[in-house]
């Protein structure tokens, strides 16, 4: 914590210390490079800065100004301007961060297309507090995020960053590099970078607000930015300080139609929890799972589920409160001071139904109070009691006092139970989950000569995640309250229990009874810090090969990266099964390595200005890595660009790159979580003495059970909880290497001088990841052994570990385990296709934008023996967030004087239920539990358009209005059980498909 509070001092003196430098500034207009005009392609006409694109695709670097200071390029670490890279980059200006009314970069970066939805805005069980990227699918933790090209402290044991903290106001563009580049940025590279570049020359002061809400009047999102700057003696520094604020409130499935009620996917009939209220009864010898009947006090077959919809959320609840300072000063060329800094403060709150007694064990006197005298009737039954002892236990204490002493009553008798109630008195289960990052940066930099540079960085970074959970209770207070046979006191009253109704309707649970099964609170601290440093040396030899003018370039460089990582938890969080509605335990966890490099690229130009050779040029590059945890690995690359003639490119990039496994990765203890799935053991088929029932049963009994009570749970029956979720079971390996990758693109750009203002790019993707640290789906181990049925004894079926006191894959069950290895294999291909045209009107001008993607196949594979599964298209509980085979953006902007209007039409192509999961579900012989609906098995196309218009009322101040989804398009409904549990979620998939409905905002900028 000292550490912590150091680093937001210091942040905090940085950000005064620049404001006030910009303060006493004069003050001057926003240069080139602050006013959203975007880098065209090489003989593209650029339109006006109000009609900028939406996307562009590099030609060549990306550079803010290369006239002064650092050129930031993505995907190379060679600063030339002259020189072109092989690798292809698709840029998201501040424009298009405007035309959306972006207020985090994860809401803009996973509605591209090659992007797939990953945590964020939109997923609320699952959601740790944090919005990540996810980069053609292959995990958040397969790309690095960047910040002007550095590494920027992450979020948690993962290593990754969380985009929540991205300074929007500030952000000159976002680049996303296809493909590996771990040759130029290290490890975790491998399906690319998503760099986000700041303004590097903003001058005066910019005042913008926002705000925006949905035709339902709920979901409003207000955001405000201050920016100062200033540059310094003719432009040999500036300085620029930024403070935002915004706050989100939640949209709850119960405000939509679609979502208010669960459906089941398989029945479509409603669905809901089997923790419910009244509560359901397992374990008392009555067969089937028992539902107190409210009107009878009698117990029969569950006839109530749970609808946890309404309490759930489409949009979490967010507040953010972050600064940024950047300052530059060329002392001479040979000497530039520049430092950065960024503190941000986050909280996102995750918001879902009541928490309960989800399935746990209690000990239940029979003369418990609130213990209905039916229900008490039908338990002595089935518990082999005559009804005199019923009736005396009725009403039995614990102990009587026989002359003079207090003894053991012999009438007094309990019984056991598995109780499910859900304690909807006491509201939702909340998290707050309050981030707090500080990353300060300071390097210097200069020439050398006048064509090679260097530059110097050291940077330390820091973030904490604070976790608090209301609205649990406790398993031990549970207990306690339940083994009570008075109203007012519990058998045990050390501190003062007080006795909990368990048998009542809703409305039933006290607010006395909540006080003490609520009265402890629990939180989890995960602490992260990134300290780094970097020397580089780049530039121009000036030495050119035969055939070339320019001459070759280079960049040479070493690099050390030390990660520390804990995640700390109060005494309660890591006592498993401990906090009701939890299950999970949160052990602490504590970790570190560090990692030594050094690298270089070099940029040769082979021919130029020839026939068919306008421009020929090969790109170089390796770096050697040294992990303190994983060994050392190298990776490299080989590319080149081909230009015959000027209208046209073809380039290309092979890459080997690789990733060394996290923090979480090695030293994650094992523990349990919740994911939808279905137990093949709860099917009708799985009888005793069947070959199904012999695996269920010997999972049982492997659990602890003898043979003949495994038999009486199986002919009982098996239930999987109505919510479709049961437990999985996975942690780290300390055993675990560094997984390799091979990618590479070719592509071409196409810029014809017939038709002035038009450029084409395609490009061709190829990545596959061998050694991969992965885990198996949970489809991948039930069907390794249900799909074919394998042996009781095999080792596939060991996998699955079930509760020894109803058979269940819930409960305390361990559930699916899922352990992590190098035996993944990943393998994804596809296309990427931009186009932009441009053209002056006379009364206006127009831009048309157009950004797509093929994806070919992204095949996962967890182990040699597992299914080789190809998500491309598909959604089910094997398959996480939705990835179409093909998507577009295409955007039309129409400009006349200082207003102009622009419409965005976003496509998602249309995609299926998984037919792996399909077979699996109709092989009813083997456990198989039925297809899901017909019309649950596929979602169409869909199509989005989103307007946007832009006055210009003063030179110095605009107003942008915006309607989002201007058609009000619903998402597809195909229950709540068909996929998985984070982004199948309201009976749809709200990641993907828009669930907030039509939405309207309006923005002022005010600028001077």
């Avoid at 990306?62 to 301007?81: A, F, K, S, Y």
């Avoid at 003495?689 to 098996?718: R, Y």
Wanted: glycine share 12%; aromatic share 8%.
């Amino acid at each position: 914590m000292k550490q912590i509070f150091r680093g937001r001092l210091l942040g905090s003196s940085l950000m005064v210390g620049a404001s006030m430098l910009a303060a006493t500034a004069a003050w001057a207009q926003e240069g080139a490079s602050g006013d959203g005009q975007i880098a065209v392609p090489n003989g593209v006409a650029a339109a006006a800065p109000s009609s900028a694109q939406a996307t562009t695709q590099d030609t060549g670097p990306t550079n803010v100004d290369d006239t002064q200071g650092e050129i930031v390029v993505t995907g190379t670490l060679v600063r030339n301007p002259n020189l072109v890279q092989s690798s292809p980059v698709q840029a998201v200006t501040s424009e298009e961060f405007s035309r959306r009314n972006a207020n985090v970069a994860e809401q803009l970066i996973r509605e591209l297309p090659g992007v797939v939805p990953s945590i964020g805005s939109a997923v609320n069980n699952g959601n740790g507090g944090a919005s990540t990227v996810d980069l053609r699918g292959l995990g958040s933790n397969r790309n690095l995020v960047l910040l002007d090209g550095r590494r920027i402290a992450p979020l948690g044991l993962s290593g990754v960053v969380d985009t929540n903290n991205i300074p929007v106001a500030l952000v000159e563009r976002a680049d996303l590099l296809t493909g590996g580049a771990s040759t130029t940025y290290g490890a975790d590279a491998v399906s690319g970078v998503v760099n986000f570049v700041t303004k590097r020359d903003f001058s005066g002061v910019e005042l913008s607000a926002s705000n925006q809400i949905t035709e339902q009047g709920d979901g409003n999102y207000f955001r405000t930015d201050l920016t100062i700057g200033t540059n310094l003696d003719d432009g040999r520094g500036n300085a620029v300080f930024s403070i935002g604020y915004q706050e989100a409130d939640p949209v709850l499935q119960g405000g939509r139609d679609f979502s208010n009620f669960n459906i089941d996917s398989r029945t479509g009939l409603a669905g809901g929890s089997g923790t419910t209220v009244p509560a359901r009864f397992t374990g008392l010898g009555l067969g089937t799972n028992q539902q107190i009947n409210v009107a009878t006090g009698a117990l029969v077959p569950t006839y109530a589920l749970f609808n946890f919809n309404p309490q759930n959320i489409f949009q979490t609840p967010f507040t953010r409160f972050n600064m940024f300072g950047a300052a530059r000063y060329e002392v001479s060329p040979a000497i530039e001071f520049h430092t950065r800094g960024l503190f941000s403060r986050n909280t996102v709150q995750t918001v879902i139904a009541s928490s309960g007694t989800f399935g746990n064990s209690l000990t239940i006197p029979f003369s418990n109070p609130f213990l209905p005298a039916a229900a008490r009737g039908q338990i002595c039954t089935a518990q082999g009691l005559t009804t005199a002892q019923c009736n005396a236990a009725a009403t039995a204490q614990p102990t009587i006092v026989v002359g003079g002493q207090t003894v053991a009553n012999p009438a007094y008798r309990t019984f056991n139970a598995n109780v499910a109630r859900r304690f909807v008195e006491a509201g939702p289960r909340l998290s707050t989950y309050t981030t707090t990052i500080f990353d300060y940066e300071a390097g210097v930099g200069g020439d050398i000569t006048s064509g090679i540079q260097y530059d110097v960085t050291g940077s330390y970074g820091e973030s904490e995640n604070i976790q608090r959970q209301s609205g649990n209770g406790t398993l031990t207070r549970l207990r306690q309250a339940a083994l009570a046979t008075n109203t007012a006191t519990c058998v045990n009253d050390s501190n003062g229990c007080v006795p909990i109704n368990l048998f009542g309707p809703a409305g039933s649970i006290t607010a006395d009874q909540l006080g003490f099964l609520l009265g402890v609170t629990n939180s989890t601290a995960t602490r992260t810090t990134l300290s780094q440093v970097r020397g580089l040396v780049s530039g121009d030899t000036g030495i050119a090969i035969p055939f070339a003018t320019n001459g070759v370039s280079f960049a040479l460089g070493g690099e050390y990266r030390r990660y520390t990582a804990a995640v700390i938890s109060d005494e309660l969080t890591q006592r498993p099964n401990e906090v009701l509605g939890n299950g999970a335990a949160s052990p602490d966890v504590r970790g570190e390595y560090d990692v030594k490099e050094a690298f270089g690229e070099l940029i040769v130009p082979l021919i130029e200005d020839r026939s068919f050779f306008r421009n020929l040029t090969l790109e170089l590059g390796g770096r050697v890595s040294d992990y303190s945890t994983a060994g050392t690995n190298w990776t490299w690359k080989a590319g080149g660009t081909w230009e015959p003639i000027s209208s046209f490119k073809i380039r290309g990039n092979y890459q080997k790159a690789a990733r060394a496994p996290n923090i979480a990765e090695l030293f994650s203890p094992f523990v349990q979580g919740l994911d939808n799935g279905t137990d093949p053991c709860a099917s009708i088929n799985a009888t005793v003495g069947s070959a199904l029932g012999n695996v269920c049963t010997a999972q049982i009994v492997a659990a602890g059970a003898t043979q003949q009570q495994a038999n009486a749970i199986l002919a009982g029956g098996i239930v999987t909880d109505a919510g479709g979720q049961i437990n999985v079971s996975s942690g780290g390996n300390a055993a675990l290497g560094v997984e390799t990758a091979n990618t590479w693109t070719v592509g071409a750009v196409i810029q014809p001088t017939f038709l002035p203002g038009f450029s084409l790019t395609v490009d061709y993707y190829n990545i596959r990841v061998r050694d991969a640290i992965t885990s198996p789906t949970v489809g991948d181990v039930i069907g390794g052994c249900f799909t074919p049925l394998q042996a009781p004894t095999s080792v596939a079926c060991s996998q699955i570990q079930r509760s020894v006191t109803d058979g269940s894959l819930s409960n305390t069950a361990a559930g699916v385990i899922l352990p992590l290895s190098n035996l993944g294999r990943i393998r994804t291909d596809g296309i990427d296709l931009t186009a932009n045209y441009r053209q002056n009107l006379g009364f206006g001008a127009l831009a048309l934008s157009f950004n797509g993607n093929w994806t070919n196949k992204n095949t996962f594979r967890a182990t040699p023996t597992s299914v080789n599964r190809d998500c491309v298209g598909f959604y089910s509980t094997n398959c996480l967030s939705i990835q179409p085979e093909f998507s577009f953006n295409q955007r039309t902007t129409l400009t006349i004087g200082g207003a102009d209007i622009s419409l965005l039409w976003r496509f998602i192509d249309s995609v299926r239920y998984e037919p792996l999961a399909l077979a699996a579900d109709l092989d009813t012989a083997n456990g198989g539990l039925g297809a899901p609906q017909a019309d649950f098995q596929r979602i169409g196309a869909e199509h989005y358009f989103d307007l946007s218009t832009r006055f210009g009322i003063t030179d110095n101040f605009d107003l942008t209005l915006v309607v989002q989804n201007l058609i009000d398009n619903q998402p597809k409904v195909v229950g709540s059980t068909i996929g998985s549990t984070a982004y199948n979620s309201g009976n749809v998939y709200p990641s993907t498909y828009d669930a907030l409905g039509r939405r309207f905002s309006a923005a002022v900028r005010l600028r001077f």
